[in-house]
């Protein structure tokens, strides 16, 4: 999931629960201009970062803590970071997608679409 820095949806993508995120990241991020991407530590990839960094932004993820080489990264702009949890929790006020009633994923993604416009209305 992509927000904004109002944490607003920008992009929403759905992967198999057996799936890290990371597969899906450069997908994500493909196609919008940002100043710096944050994420968490599963998204601690030197692909991905050099990734980021090659657009011109800057990657603000921890790195894991088995790193021997532990890469500095922006702490106060990590804590920034809540906006997309905080859209996650206000997208599961729809009991429909906190259940995750439907059994497809095209219909699961769809509501998850709704749920995200109710958001984007209040």
Do not use: W
Not at 18 to 42: M, N, P, R, V
């Amino acid at each position: 999931m992509l927000v904004n820095g109002l944490g607003l949806p920008v992009e929403l993508k759905l992967t198999p629960g057996q799936s890290a995120d990371i597969t899906e990241a450069e997908a994500l991020l493909e196609g919008h201009e940002f100043e710096a991407a944050i994420g968490d530590k599963g998204f601690d990839s030197k692909k991905f970062i050099d990734y980021i960094e090659n657009r011109g932004a800057q990657a603000v993820i921890p790195p894991r803590s088995n790193l021997k080489d532990q890469r500095a990264f922006d702490r106060h702009l990590y804590k920034e970071r809540n906006l997309v949890e905080r859209f996650i929790n206000r997208i599961k006020l729809v009991r429909r997608v906190a259940t995750r009633y439907d059994k497809t994923a095209r219909n699961f993604l769809a509501f998850v679409q709704v749920a995200a416009i109710t958001v984007l209305l209040l």
